[in-house]
Nanobody
Framework: QAQLVESGGGSVQAGGSLRLSCAKSGDIYRSDCMGWFRQAPGKEREWVAGITDGGVKYYDDSVKGRFTISQDNAKNTMYLQMNSLKPEDTAMYYC???????????????????WGQGTQVTVSS
């Protein structure tokens, strides 16, 4: 059974760093776009970043210059390096997979069919 499992969340002070991981297992037929979303309490789940199978990266403006998405295809794992964290980055972070590369360009939740269970990131001021 296809599965995405996030790890690496935690609590840090503002200005700190965390690295999230998303391990992919099972039979996900196509994952031309892998993405990160986040959801804060009382808010909609929002796009953070994505990476295509070819390695093209996309970022929401709110994280550009601070977050870096990457992937290790040999390990079937995607990463999100988060630096200069702010309290407003506090959220549950989810990884997701889409069969179409354009999902990375659009950053729309509905384009993603597989989701992980989430990992909590808390940034204190």
């Amino acid at each position: 059974q296809a599965q995405l499992v996030e790890s690496g969340g935690g609590s840090v002070q503002a200005g700190g760093s965390l690295r999230l991981s998303c391990a992919k297992s099972g039979d996900i037929y196509r994952s031309d776009c892998m993405g990160w979303f986040r959801q804060a309490p009382g808010k909609e789940r929002e796009w953070v970043a994505g990476i295509t199978d070819g390695g093209v990266k996309y970022y929401d403006d709110s994280v550009k210059g601070r977050f870096t998405i990457s992937q290790d295809n040999a390990k079937n794992t995607m990463y999100l390096q988060m630096n200069s964290l702010k309290p407003e980055d506090t959220a549950m972070y989810y990884c997701a997979s889409s069969p179409g590369w354009a999902a990375c360009l659009r950053g729309r939740r509905g384009d993603f069919g597989y989701w992980g269970q989430g990992t909590q990131v808390t940034v204190s001021s």
